[in-house]
């Protein structure tokens, strides 16, 4: 039986920020290929973790598959900075787009993966027609750009919302991931693997957890998420 491969995509504005280049080798040295990296206007949500230029110097100095999540209400001029950097994956917001397909096309004809993003309470019916044209759904389990703020806790529906965008992905016949964002915990990840989760971006409450080195977290991480493909075979 084939095994699910689950990416851990750790999330560059949760390492640290004064000392960049060398959060980057840590996480390297784990063996994990992909980062994910938040680009953030400061209007659409209120935090600018990297700026444009920062993300370009990232780019020259490390190989892994850069995971671009814009959370901005002007897509167009974001996504073609991000394609002009040389990124793997663009997800941006539906709530923030008035021309979807036009985005969807401007990312897939750079050969760059497609993403498209939803906030929390942002139901799943927006997906009806773009959902084909998708390589990812990115599901904010947090509303975007919050998650300085410990007292924010993941939303109660978020296995419910993961479970049906399965499900709709499953009836459509379509290989679209399923990436998951915000307070992706070591106490969640097994529910929402189980659930059908397949890339998790891993943040302050996961992989840079403080008191533990990034090595220490990841095979912590990596155990959760054993239990939640368990859970799921166990039902089959």
């Known amino acids: 039986m084939q095994h699910r491969k689950i990416t851990i995509a750790p999330s560059i504005m949760c390492a640290d920020l004064c000392n960049l280049e060398k959060s980057v080798r840590e996480i390297e040295k784990e063996g994990l290929d992909t980062l994910h990296i938040d680009v953030i206007d400061g209007a659409f ?17 490390t190989d892994m598959d850069f995971d671009v999540h814009i959370m901005a209400n002007d897509n167009e001029f974001f996504i073609q900075e991000m394609i002009n950097i040389g990124v793997e994956q663009i997800s941006f917001h539906i709530e923030s787009s008035v021309h979807i397909d036009r985005y969807v096309n401007l ?57 049906d965008l399965h499900q ?16 992706v915990s070591l106490e969640t990840i097994p529910g929402l693997v189980d659930a059908g989760a397949d890339i998790l971006v891993a ?26 493909i368990s859970l799921g075979e166990a039902v089959k």
């Open 168 to 183: 709709l992905i499953q009836e459509k016949g379509l290989n679209t991931r399923i990436e998951v964002d915000g307070r």
């Open 203 to 228: 943040g302050s409450t996961s992989l840079f957890i403080k008191d533990k080195s990034i090595a220490e977290n990841k095979q912590i991480m990596e155990e959760r998420i054993s239990e939640g």
């Open 45 to 61: 949500s209120p935090s600018m973790p990297l700026g444009i230029d920062t993300i370009k110097r990232l780019r020259k100095i």
């Open 107 to 163: 990312i897939r004809k750079s050969g760059t993966k497609v993403g498209i993003a939803l906030n929390p309470a942002t139901p799943l019916s927006v997906l009806e027609y773009v959902l084909p044209q998708c390589d990812t759904v990115v599901l904010m389990l947090i509303n975007p750009g919050f998650a300085t703020d410990k007292n924010e806790k993941q939303i109660s529906y978020a296995i419910k919302k993961v479970k």
